[in-house]
Every structure is written in C-alpha cells, then in structure tokens.
C-alpha cells in the first residue's frame, strides 16, 4: 500500500512539472498582442507623436513645447489634451505637450514649474506656450506660432473671461528661447496663487521685450475661450505667510532661470484619447530661508479679510 502511494505521488510531481514546462512554452511562443511598453522611454524619434508636421512652411521651422504647470487638475486635463490637439493640428505648427506635474509637499510654483519645463526642453524646442491647463483656446484665428519680435499673449485682457486688466500676461503666452532667456526666466518666489505672471511683465518691459496680442477678434470675452475653472472645486491658495505680501510685490532680481531648484522624479510617455502628452514628475525644492512660505500653515497666516475677495479685484500692483 505504501509504494503505492509513492508511486502515485511521484507520477502526480512528474505530470506537475511536464504540464508547467508545456504552458511556459506556449507563453513564449505566442505573439504578443498588447502594445510594447514604452515605459520611461522618450519618443524622441518618434516625430509623429509629437505632432511634426510633414509640409515644410514658414511656421514649421520652429518646434512649440505647451508647458502646462500642473497639480491634481486631472479632470481638466483629460478635456486639455483631447481639446488643444484638435485645436493645433488645424494649425502648420510642430509642437508637443509637457505636464509639469509638481509632486513635492511645497505650495504650488507655477513660476517654477514652467522655468523647470524651459530647461527640460530648451535643446530641442525654440519656443513655449506656458498653458494654464483650464483656458480652452475656442477661436481658430487664435494663432500659436512663432513669436519672433517679442511675446505674444493669447489670452488677452479682452479676451480672456476673467482677467481684464492692461497689463494682464496670465493664462496662455508664447515665449521664443532667446527672450526667455533674456529675461532670466520667471521669479522662483511665487508659491501660492497669483503675481508671478505679473513679475514676469516688469521682467519684459525692463527688457525691453514688448507683448503683442492676436488682432480684431469678434468673439470678445464670453466665446474666445472656455475658463473650465470650478471655483469652489479648485479653490485659489491665496493665503499669505510670513514676508510673502510684501517681498512678492516686488521685482525680483535674484531668482529666475539660472538658480531654480528641482529634480525630475521621473518621465512618463502617456496618451489621453489620441493625444500624446509627456508627464514630468517634478520635485521642487525650497530654501526656507529665502521663501519660508512656500509652507504655510495657520500659525503663520497673516490675516487679510480683504484677500478673500482678492480674486475678484486682481489688478496689477505694478502699475
Ligand atoms: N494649477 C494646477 N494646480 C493647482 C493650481 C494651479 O494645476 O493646484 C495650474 C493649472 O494649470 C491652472 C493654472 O495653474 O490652470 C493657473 O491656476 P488657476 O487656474 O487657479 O488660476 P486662475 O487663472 O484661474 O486664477
Ligand atoms: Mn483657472
């Protein structure tokens, strides 16, 4: 009875392993049917996705980077990305879109973030749209190309659906490599909403870097463009800490491009419906003896009742 068990333990191991070394062949074998993964890789030769256009014209010389500063946004950027491809692909342009996707624990840096973005991509990109991930371009004669003279504000003041003010460079603005260079790039300072596009417009009037905005639009402030901006969704972080009010109303000419400190997590090739999009994890860094309000907690609020209506009453404190 006892070597018959054995015997059938044996024969039980035995077909165990066969049946194992026959479905592992057969996984080898098969073709694989899901698409290979690109993880972590660039597309760099891979020109169709990112959108270069086959004719050669006057506008396709130059290679557009959209930089969109971007956090916890994603139901915005999943109408984004669908949305400005359609919109650009009627246009002779080349042109990529970068989500710098700030994953530190510091307040949000849109300043930052698109000066990170700028030097990711300055080698192979002559010009940048800094992109709010919420203002939906509507009007095929808003036109992204080249700015060889000097910035050009898409969303203009008379345009754009809530920011009316003359010296308003918020929301969309095209930045040719040279100029952005010239300018040293944006202030580093900016942590929280608000002010640093506005510190970026002394930076190019100081310059001498004049803005120009797209001409004779009929379609005014209610159908130019699509604010996808749920207020009370996406609250506006406009608490103010420490020094914050005061030095950030100030031209800053110790920060910008050449001292931004940060460290690209890591790179992810995605595509949302059709349209290729590259994510970069970025990790900012703060000193807190420059900027201490890049944290911000209650203790350190300096109270201003009148902030809260900030928003609604933004005007330039430059001018
Ligand atoms: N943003 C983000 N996450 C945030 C805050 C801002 O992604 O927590 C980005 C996003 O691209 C947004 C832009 O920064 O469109 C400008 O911020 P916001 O829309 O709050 O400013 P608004 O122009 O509406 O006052
Ligand atoms: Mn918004």
């Known amino acids: 009875m006892e ?4 015997n059938l333990k044996i024969k039980y191991v035995l077909t165990c392993i066969a ?15 899901v698409e290979q993964c690109k993880c972590g890789k660039t597309e760099e030769t891979d020109i169709d996705e990112r959108h270069v256009h086959k004719s050669a014209s006057k506008h396709t010389k130059h290679r557009l980077a959209i930089l969109v500063p971007f956090r916890d946004r994603f139901e915005e950027l999943l109408i984004f990305a ?14 990529h879109v970068f989500i710098l996707n700030q994953i530190d624990k510091y307040r949000f840096n849109r300043a930052s973030l698109i000066n990170v973005g700028f030097l990711e991509v300055k080698g192979e ?23 060889e003279t000097g910035p050009l504000h898409i969303s203009s003041p008379e ?9 308003f460079i918020g929301g969309i603005l095209l930045v040719n490599r040279k100029h ?7 202030s580093n300072k900016y942590w929280g909403w608000g002010l640093e596009d506005d510190e970026f417009y002394v930076r190019l009037k100081e310059a001498g870097l004049n803005v120009t905005r797209p001409p004779n639009l009929l379609t005014g402030i209610q159908s130019t463009f699509k604010h996808i901006h749920d207020r009370n969704h996406r609250k506006r972080d406009m608490a103010k800490c420490f020094n914050q009010r005061e030095v950030t109303r100030k031209r800053d000419r110790q920060t910008g491009l050449n001292n931004v400190a940060y460290k690209i997590e890591n790179t992810i090739n995605a595509k949302i419906e059709n349209t290729s999009i590259t994510i970069l994890n970025v ?7 420059i900027t201490p309000w890049c944290l911000c907690d209650m203790l350190n609020i300096v109270s201003d009742k009148k902030i809260k209506n900030q928003s609604n009453l933004k005007t330039n404190v430059y001018r």
């Open 125 to 147: 990109f002559d010009y940048i749209a800094m992109h709010d991930v919420d203002l939906l371009p509507m009007n095929d004669q808003l036109k992204y190309y080249y700015p």
């Open 19 to 33: 049946v194992t070394f026959v479905v592992s062949l057969f996984i080898s074998l098969a073709p694989i049917n």
């Open 3 to 6: 070597v018959l068990v054995k």
């Open 82 to 95: 669908p949305h400005i491809k359609s919109f650009l692909d009627k246009q002779d342009i080349n042109y």
């Open 180 to 186: 952005f260079l010239k300018v040293n790039g944006m």
């Open 159 to 167: 345009l754009h659906p809530r920011y009316h003010y003359p010296t």
């Open 283 to 289: 990790m900012l860094t703060c000193d807190k003896s």
